[in-house]
């Protein structure tokens, strides 16, 4: 069973960056079609960003230019270097398959942007 394990949020200013990385245990996760979802109160999940196994990435529009989603196939690993982050960034970020039926969620991890 995989584990899915996110780290690296915080609280950070407007204009500020951070980067979240997503390790996963358990099974192959990095490399097959994986992305970043984010929940913000009161709304529903979405996906950010999106890497496909064969390397194709896409962004939804409010984020691309200021989000890079990367990984480590051979560390299992997944990130998202976030930069010029705005208030609207602020809620919780998972890490998931986008395709193929979704591992468990993690806990996630918050990301808050606020002066």
């Known amino acids: 069973q995989v584990r899915l394990v996110e780290s690296g949020g915080g609280l950070v200013q407007p204009g500020g960056s951070l980067t979240l990385s997503c390790a996963a245990s358990g099974g192959v996760f990095s490399a097959y079609d994986v992305g970043w979802y984010r929940q913000a109160p009161g709304k529903q999940r979405d996906l950010v960003a999106s890497i496909l196994s064969g390397g194709r990435i896409s962004y939804v529009d409010s984020v691309k230019g200021r989000f890079t989603i990367s990984r480590d196939i051979a560390k299992n690993m997944v990130y998202l270097q976030m930069d010029s982050l705005k208030p609207v960034d602020t809620a919780v970020y998972y890490c998931?398959?986008?395709?193929?039926?979704?591992?468990?969620w993690g806990q996630g991890n918050q990301v808050t942007v606020s002066s």
């Open positions: 998931n398959k986008i395709s193929g039926g979704k591992y468990a």
